[in-house]
């Protein structure tokens, strides 16, 4: 009779048979993944090689055979044994935002004769030893940094192919007039640079751009770019005759910097995890219910740098650092800004 029988070497070897699921709970959707699936993402071979181990009985969870597709398992929790040889639990993916200080460089470690400090070197989380930053910051740029060990979806927020906007909060001296931002918004021509040599210029993407506070002596804006070349920023906005004063990441996507001091770091929420996926075009896998095989050394809530102070609190002193004291305006006047910007291109 094929499905999901009692298996005595397996209960014999293991002292938590006495816990095992149920059939129906094996076919219960909401507990994660399918297990051919678990099995071939741990190397075990292609999916069909591993549905064919499956029927042949060649497989236990939490001490059960399993013949029959489909099952679903938490690859976390569930006890897997695929020829008797247990299969080795996941690595937990971690996702961790910072706020990056100045002469900070976002590597993982500096090059060989310098003593730089590193972005990783300011988080001290359990999983630090393995996370690397999603893209770069110059060593001078502040805000936000991504440090992850999922390759994946780093790959995806940083390849301009899928167009994950990156927000900037940016001081210049002088007052921006309309020419200059035109011209930004329209794309600036810059040299392409590879090992040290230049091969042509490229002109950069459409660039949006938010009036935030202008006077006489100073401007402050935000722009939100679709592409991450060196330096990019800084030198749109030198070519226009702006140089950068005050520069700060604020945003990656739907992920906005907030409740994080300058220097320190949280890990993100659930709820900005699946709109990161979501950005990036990764499938998002559903929630799983709440129920007895969760781990209960799963932290409930997500790391926290204690340095880290009230979001409000915080968000008010990164602006402040970032627009170098200037007040801001009702966001209408930006708004009205780039509504009278579209109207004069008309």
Sequence with gaps: MQGVHSCVSEHASNPSRRNARKDSDL???????????VMADAGVGSRRACEALIEAGEVTVNGQIVTDLPV?????????????KVLPKP???????LNKPPRTLSAAK?????????????????????????????????????????GELANRLTHPRYGVPKTYRVSVKGKLDQDAIHELERGIFL????????????????????????????????????EGRNRQVRRMLAAVGYPVRKLERIGMGPVKLKGVARGA??????????????????????DRKSSSHQSKNKPKTPYVDPRSGPSKGVRRRSIKNAINRTTNPPKKSGNNSRTERRSRDN
């Design 265 to 286: 770091w949280r890990e993100l929420t659930r709820d900005e995890i699946k709109a990161l996926r979501k950005s990036a075009a990764i499938k998002v896998e559903p």
């Design 110 to 150: 500096d090059e060989p004769g310098y003593d730089r400090r590193t972005v990783t070197e300011l988080v001290d989380h359990p999983a630090a030893p393995r996370l690397f930053p999603v893209g770069r910051l110059d060593y001078e740029t502040v805000g936000l940094i991504l440090l992850t060990n999922d």
């Design 191 to 226: 040299a392409q640079r590879k090992e040290g040599q230049t091969h042509g210029a490229k002109r950069t993407a459409h660039v949006e751009i938010q009036l935030i506070a202008q006077d006489r002596d100073a401007t402050v804006m935000e722009l939100t770019l679709r």
């Design 27 to 37: 076919r219960d959707a909401s507990r994660g993944e399918r297990l051919q699936r």
């Design 91 to 97: 690595e937990r993916l971690v996702y961790v935002m």
């Design 72 to 84: 679903w398992v938490d690859p976390e929790e569930d006890r897997i044994v695929v020829q008797s």
